[in-house]
């Protein structure tokens, strides 16, 4: 299954988030996609990449993560459907999720993560090397 997650009306280079495997988000450096932004938990939701289906769990974070504009019960999981809005604290993304596993065609505006590089953006960092990047361009 791919799931890319689409950044909504940030200032930023990096627009996608291309997600192969399951990630904790949150602000700790142990994060595999880190928001660095203060209204975001050290680690704040867990994102399940099943072979049919994709869920999210908040993980009893300060200001909760919100699904389609609804609060999530915190422990609980919720199923992500293609087009759902997530916010995690001041950063909002659209799931976009295909049925099949299939790699993003690289450009000149994707770039790979690198196990142990992050790249830095206005409150987002990427800290996985199987998270795919892509820009505006």
């Known amino acids: 299954m791919k799931v890319v997650l689409e950044l909504q009306q940030q200032a930023s280079n990096i627009r996608r988030v291309t997600i192969r495997h399951d990630i904790v988000i949150g602000r700790a450096v142990d994060c595999n996609l880190r928001i660095s932004a203060p209204q975001v938990s050290r680690r704040h939701c867990f ?9 999210i ?5 300060c200001n909760g993560t919100w699904l389609n504009g609804q609060k999530t019960v915190p422990g609980k999981r919720y199923f992500v459907k293609d087009g759902m809005k997530l916010a995690i604290g001041p950063v909002c993304f659209v799931a976009r999720i295909s049925g099949q596993k299939s790699d993003v065609e690289q450009s000149d505006a994707t770039r790979v993560v690198d196990n142990g ?7 987002v960092r990427f800290l996985d090397d199987d998270l795919k990047l892509t820009g505006d361009d």
């Open 57 to 61: 769990t908040d993980l009893e974070s």
């Open 117 to 123: 590089v992050s790249v830095e953006v206005p409150d």
């Open 47 to 55: 994102l399940r990449i099943g072979t049919d289906s994709v869920a």
